[in-house]
Structure formats: C-alpha cells, structure tokens
Nanobody
Framework: QLQLVESGGGLVQPGGSLRLSCKAS????????IGWFRQAPGKEREGVSC????????IYPDSAEGRFTISRDNAKKMIYLEIHGLRSEGTAVYYC????????????????WGQGTRVTVAS
C-alpha cells in the first residue's frame, strides 16, 4: 500500500513561489507515477503535472510549462511541485496522487491520494 501526505501550502502573495512536498510511504513507492492536481474553489479538479518513477516529468497543460516544476527524490520518497509566478487562479487545494506505471497523464487511474495542501494567493 501507499500513503501520500502533502505539505508546503499556505498564503503567498501574487507573483510568489511555493514548493509543495509530497511524502510517500509504503512499499515500492518509486514504482508509481505521481501526479499533482489542484482544485480551485468552484472549479473541477485539474491535473498539473505528473512524474514517473524514473523521473520523466510532464507538465499539464503545455502553457503551464515554466510555471510548474515537478521532481522527485526516490531515496527520500519525496515528490515536489514548485510553483512560480503564482496568480490568484493558483488558489486551490493541491493534491498528489499515485498511479500504476502506465501513462503519466491526468486521465490515468490514480489509486492513492493525499489529503491535499491549501495554497492561497492573495495580497
């Protein structure tokens, strides 16, 4: 089984940056693809990024490239999402989730989810 716990959210001013962390625990956590998702108030959950166990990363959508950076440290069982240039639309609950290693896409079946960490972008 796999457990995921996000941290690092909080209040940030527009234009600021945050580094979100996802701590994985359980067996063979580096086997899983890890996705980052966010759900803004009143909006549907959307995929932000995904990274395979071997570290191949994808940012969704393409226009978000450069604002998000996903990385992982398998030795520490940590997955990170760096968000730069936050704007008000970045206000959301951010989740990490794990899927079996197939397509590293938001449409994959993510079987394990963290509780989410809240990011609030405000002056």
């Amino acid at each position: 089984q796999l457990q995921l716990v996000e941290s690092g959210g909080g209040l940030v001013q527009p234009g600021g940056s945050l580094r979100l962390s996802c701590k994985a625990s359980g067996f063979s956590s580096d086997y899983y693809n890890i996705g980052w998702f966010r759900q803004a108030p009143g909006k549907e959950r959307e995929g932000v990024s995904c990274i395979t166990g071997s570290g191949v990363a994808t940012i969704y959508p393409d226009s978000a490239e450069g604002r998000f950076t996903i990385s992982r440290d398998n030795a520490k069982k940590m997955i990170y999402l760096e968000i730069h240039g936050l704007r008000s639309e970045g206000t959301a609950v951010y989740y990490c989730a794990a899927a079996l290693p197939r397509e590293c896409r938001p449409s994959a079946e993510f079987s394990y989810w963290g509780q989410g960490t809240r990011v609030t972008v405000a002056s």
